[in-house]
T-cell receptor, first 115, second 111 residues
Framework: GAVVSQHPSRVICKSGTSVKIECRSL??????MFWYRQFPKQSLMLMAT?????????EQGVEKDKFLINHASLTLSTLTVTSAHPEDSSFYIC???????????FGQGTRLTVV | ELKVEQNPLFLSMQEGKNYTIYCNYS?????LYWYRQDPGKSLESLFV?????AVKQEGRLMASLDTKARLSTLHITAAVHDLSATYFC???????????FGQGTELSVKP
């Protein structure tokens, strides 16, 4: 099946620094990528939708200036957490829809710890 | 706004027993997904249910969808320890591909 490769799997950064997370669709073109966040013992919450060649759409309550999303090609979407703070520590997961949007392919997830 | 509710949220089972996890959603949707998540890992796709009355089975897990009742069930038969994980249902609110997740059901199967 289709594969979405997400890197890094784990990252620890200092408060105030920025972190970039990459998601690549390896054997298909992903015109859309969904970014989810999952706090410990909680469900996945959609943060934003990135579309190749256009601006991302953010869910209510998600700061677009803090979570920068770029979808510069049909195989790569990036999420940059800017000026990270400890409360941004979470598990971030990307997902790309398959053909006809009937399937969703998830990346391996990125565990972000801000110290 | 689409809401997805699972119950129970926590389930402790003995090996060999059967149980059902329920997933209710608030607005019309024709796509429902079940995922498994192990600690520290991403999601593993279990089932995609695309029509009313759909039933799918894989090993000890069986999922069904009733779009009229806005209800999906994940039935576990003769549970084994390896099934211990968190199970999520998710619903697609439109054709765009984004998913709204239930709270998750943390399943623990004990010998």
């Amino acid at each position: 099946g289709a594969v979405v490769s997400q890197h890094p799997s784990r990252v620890i950064c200092k408060s105030g620094t920025s972190v970039k997370i990459e998601c690549r669709s390896l054997d298909f073109q992903a015109t859309t990528m969904f970014w989810y966040r999952q706090f410990p013992k909680q469900s996945l919450m959609l943060m934003a939708t990135s579309n190749e060649g256009s601006k991302a759409t953010y869910e209510q309550g998600v700061e677009k200036d803090k979570f920068l999303i770029n979808h510069a090609s049909l195989t790569l979407s990036t999420l940059t957490v800017t000026s990270a703070h400890p409360e941004d520590s979470s598990f971030y997961i990307c997902s790309a829809p398959g053909l006809l949007n009937t399937e969703a392919f998830f990346g391996q997830g990125t565990r972000l710890t801000v110290v | 706004e689409l809401k997805v509710e699972q119950n129970p949220l926590f389930l402790s089972m003995q090996e060999g027993k059967n149980y059902t996890i329920y997933c209710n959603y608030s607005t019309t949707s024709d796509r429902l997904y079940w995922y498994r998540q192990d600690p520290g890992k991403s999601l593993e796709s279990l089932f995609v249910l695309l029509s009313n009355g759909a039933v799918k089975q894989e090993g000890r897990l069986m999922a069904s969808l009733d779009t009229k009742a806005r209800l999906s069930t994940l039935h576990i038969t003769a549970a084994v320890h390896d099934l211990s994980a968190t199970y999520f249902c998710a619903v697609a609110p439109n054709q765009g591909g984004k998913l709204i997740f239930g709270q998750g059901t943390e399943l623990s199967v004990k010998p």
